[in-house]
């Protein structure tokens, strides 16, 4: 007896489509050819790249195009924008009326200060004008009595030339008739011209005279004018002796203690005016080219902004700083104490429509003329021209355009290669 197998139950199957592999295999041929194309130019460049980076180590922008603000932050700190201090106009014995933090008014009496001598040269000189004054009313009487003397000169001397005319008349007269002789005739002509001269010369020395004399008064008058000068010179010295406050304000620390010595132009206080303030700036040295006065500002204060403007700008350079004073636009906000520090920003320039790109380290590594264009995980090396830069934002001037991402991180770490992998 014979076992059969399984071979009858076994059946050939035969592809009734053989076309579809074809099919199948010219759709995977054309999508390897694709793929090819797409992939192949990145793996040139993985392959050109000199370099690999992880992209956790840098951080990248985009590059924009919008308005540019360069602008300066610094720490201000606020001050009085008056705050007079009063110095000692001589050596004395200061006496304080006030004391530090009391509150005054314009013109208040804040201190006395003693001083011996300069009241002792203020009585000199006082008395030295009224002696001056007494000599010009002396020289004013002498100059009365002198001209009544020029005066009965000149009358003696017209009496004295009318008695000749007239004996001269009657001398006409009798020599005419023959009464008198020739010699007495020529004699009364002589005596009327000599009375004539006499006159004329007591007319003109009472005028002399009396020019000397104004001469001598108005001398006089002006030795006391400048005396004059002097005394008040000297009572406007004493008078400042007694130190007044300038402002309406708050007195601030003494400089010297109760009834102490002080030197002429010592400081003594001062006077704080809390009504107004300004904030005082310490910019670096190397914005002080840029820095005009006008400058737009503004001033951080308890999560507001405060506009304000740049109003001084010393002209030297201290500790490679340059100060400035920033004035609120407006009334100095409440709430404000000396020495306070305030966040301040200071506008330096605005420009519209500017290639632009957020600044970083970036800018120190290439000296901001080299640049790292991220393009399909390949950072390539770009030369670039920049311009003002800010806080925030670098203007960019060639090289790179709207849209291109960049490196802004340190680019030390890829070594001046042309072309890094930036792995994720």
């Known amino acids: 007896?014979?076992?059969?197998?399984?071979?009858?139950?076994?059946?050939?199957?035969?592809?009734?489509?053989?076309?579809?592999?074809?099919?199948?295999?010219?759709?995977?041929?054309?999508?390897?050819?694709?793929?090819?194309?797409?992939?192949?130019?990145?793996?040139?460049?993985?392959?050109?790249?000199?370099?690999?980076?992880?992209?956790?180590?840098?951080?990248?922008?985009?590059?924009?195009?919008?308005?540019?603000?360069?602008?300066?932050?610094?720490?201000?700190?606020?001050?009085?924008a008056v705050s007079p201090r009063l110095y000692s106009p001589a050596q004395g014995t200061i006496t304080f009326d006030v004391d530090a933090g009391d509150t005054v008014q314009k013109g208040q009496v804040l201190a006395h200060i003693d001083s011996p001598e300069l009241t002792n040269e203020l009585l000199q000189e006082e008395s030295t004008q009224l002696s001056l004054s007494m000599a010009l009313?002396?020289?004013?009487?002498?100059?009365?009595?002198?001209?009544?003397?020029?005066?009965?000169?000149?009358?003696?001397?017209?009496?004295?030339?009318?008695?000749?005319?007239?004996?001269?008349?009657?001398?006409?007269?009798?020599?005419?008739?023959?009464?008198?002789?020739?010699?007495?005739?020529?004699?009364?002509?002589?005596?009327?011209?000599?009375?004539?001269?006499?006159?004329?010369?007591?007319?003109?020395?009472?005028?002399?005279?009396?020019?000397?004399?104004?001469?001598?008064i108005k001398t006089q008058d002006l030795q006391l004018q400048r005396q004059t000068l002097m005394v008040e010179e000297f009572r406007r010295r004493v008078e400042e002796l007694t130190l007044r406050s300038p402002v309406d304000g708050l007195v601030g620390n003494l400089a010297v203690e109760q009834k102490n010595q002080v030197a002429k132009n010592q400081p003594i206080l001062s006077v704080v005016d809390l009504s107004v303030f300004e904030i005082e700036v310490a910019i670096p040295e190397s914005y002080a080219d840029d820095l005009t006065i006008g400058m737009d500002a503004e001033i951080a204060l308890n999560g507001e902004l405060h506009q304000a403007k740049l109003v001084t700008i010393s002209p030297e350079i201290e500790n490679n700083q340059v100060t400035g004073r920033v004035r609120f636009s407006s009334n100095s906000p409440a709430g404000l104490r000396q020495n306070q520090r305030l966040s301040t920003r200071i506008l330096l320039e605005h420009k519209s429509d500017v290639l632009m790109v957020q600044r970083g380290q970036f800018l120190d590594s290439g000296n901001g003329r080299i640049a790292y264009v991220v393009n399909n995980g390949v950072a390539t090396r770009q030369r670039i021209e920049t311009g003002a830069r800010s806080l925030a934002s670098v203007e960019l001037i060639a090289g790179l355009n709207v849209g291109d991402e960049i490196v802004i991180s340190s680019t030390d770490i890829f070594q001046g290669a042309e072309q890094v992998l930036i792995n994720n």
């Open 1 to 80: 007896m014979s076992i059969s197998d399984t071979s009858g139950q076994d059946v050939l199957l035969i592809s009734k489509r053989p076309r579809n592999i074809y099919r199948l295999l010219a759709i995977s041929i054309v999508v390897i050819i694709t793929l090819a194309v797409w992939v192949m130019p990145t793996l040139n460049d993985w392959s050109n790249a000199q370099a690999s980076v992880s992209s956790q180590r840098l951080r990248t922008a985009l590059v924009t195009r919008g308005d540019f603000i360069r602008d300066l932050s610094i720490q201000g700190q606020v001050v009085a």
């Open 137 to 216: 009313d002396r020289q004013k009487i002498q100059a009365k009595k002198q001209a009544l003397e020029n005066q009965k000169a000149v009358d003696m001397a017209k009496v004295s030339l009318t008695a000749a005319d007239r004996e001269k008349r009657r001398a006409d007269a009798a020599y005419s008739t023959s009464a008198i002789s020739q010699i007495d005739f020529e004699k009364a002509q002589d005596d009327l011209e000599n009375a004539k001269l006499v006159y004329q010369h007591a007319v003109s020395d009472a005028e002399l005279n009396r020019e000397s004399l104004n001469f001598e």
